[in-house]
């Protein structure tokens, strides 16, 4: 586990867009692995700047996302699927066929079942992932794997946690449907991913990082499995690291 600690959110994303652009413009079939919430979005602004000062394609590229919220359809503002649409897919040269968020707007068991099989499926067919972004949860989830998921995990149907559902209930309005559910990448798809980068900026994240960092390799903080990735970088402003020892 390698650890970058930068002056600022503005420095980590540049960084995350560094890294990114190395693996578009090195592989002839780049695979990203993606992710939503509030960390990446100054990363999709640098990765669309990039696009938009020609020096960046995204032409040969293929995606995947983490994590899509279960019961609510890909035209949902507040779906995973239109989030990346909004902040990144809809502004680059990427082929919108090559890019992938878990297809979950159904609420039947089985359908959810084979939906998550054909994801791990098409992320094998398409060579494996060659760097997963990832967020941090408050609670130390990655993707939408919760406290006490197995290390094993493939894509599947998870129940949120309470401090998740809390934690994204200012996307919500009142009277709006939030679901609590999500299918979700194990976190044995995630160690899968040639390099992982997990991105943490604000104080609010700088316990579930400090318990990642130095805390013991536990299913209660799943990101802690990340100790045990050959190639992963954890890169933070000084706030998310303000409680390292
Ligand atoms: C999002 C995801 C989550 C977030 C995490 C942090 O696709 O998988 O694990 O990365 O909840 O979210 P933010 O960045 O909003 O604090």
């Given amino acids: 586990m390698q650890i970058i600690i930068l002056p600022t959110a503005q420095d980590v994303a540049n960084y995350a867009a560094d890294r990114v652009a190395d693996v578009v413009n090195t592989r002839h079939h780049p695979v990203l692995g993606l992710a939503t919430g509030s960390t990446p979005i100054a990363l999709y602004e640098q990765l669309v700047a990039r696009y938009q000062a020609n020096s960046l394609s995204f032409k040969h590229c293929v995606t995947f996302n983490l994590d899509e919220y279960i019961g609510i359809p890909g035209s949902h503002s507040q779906s995973y699927r239109?989030?990346?649409?909004?902040?990144?897919?809809?502004?680059?040269?990427?082929?919108?066929?090559?890019?992938?968020?878990?297809?979950?707007?159904?609420?039947?068991?089985a359908e959810l079942e084979q939906s998550a099989k054909d994801y791990e499926l098409a992320i094998q067919h398409a060579g494996g992932i060659d760097l997963q972004i990832l967020g941090i949860g408050v609670n130390?989830?990655?993707?939408?794997?919760?406290?006490?998921?197995?290390?094993?995990?493939r894509t599947r149907i998870k129940t949120l946690s309470e401090s998740t559902v809390e934690a994204n209930k200012r996307f919500f309005s009142d009277d709006e449907f939030q679901?609590?559910?999500?299918?979700?990448?194990g976190i044995g798809t995630i160690l899968d991913a040639k390099a992982v980068l997990l991105m943490a900026t604000g104080k609010g994240k700088a316990g579930a990082v400090k318990a990642m960092i130095e805390g013991p390799l536990t299913s209660m903080c799943p990101a802690s499995v990340l100790q045990q990735h050959e190639k992963a970088t954890i890169v933070l402003d000084e706030e998310a690291a303000s409680e390292l020892a």
Avoid at 82 to 109: R, Y
Avoid at 140 to 153: K, L, M, R, V, Y
Avoid at 179 to 185: D, E
Wanted: glycine share 6%; charged share 10%.
């Fill in 82 to 109: 239109a989030f990346m649409e909004h902040h990144l897919f809809g502004q680059i040269d990427v082929e919108a066929s090559h890019t992938h968020v878990p297809l979950a707007a159904s609420m039947n068991v």
């Fill in 140 to 153: 130390g989830h990655i993707g939408f794997n919760e406290p006490t998921s197995s290390f094993a995990s």
């Fill in 179 to 185: 679901p609590h559910l999500a299918l979700t990448m």
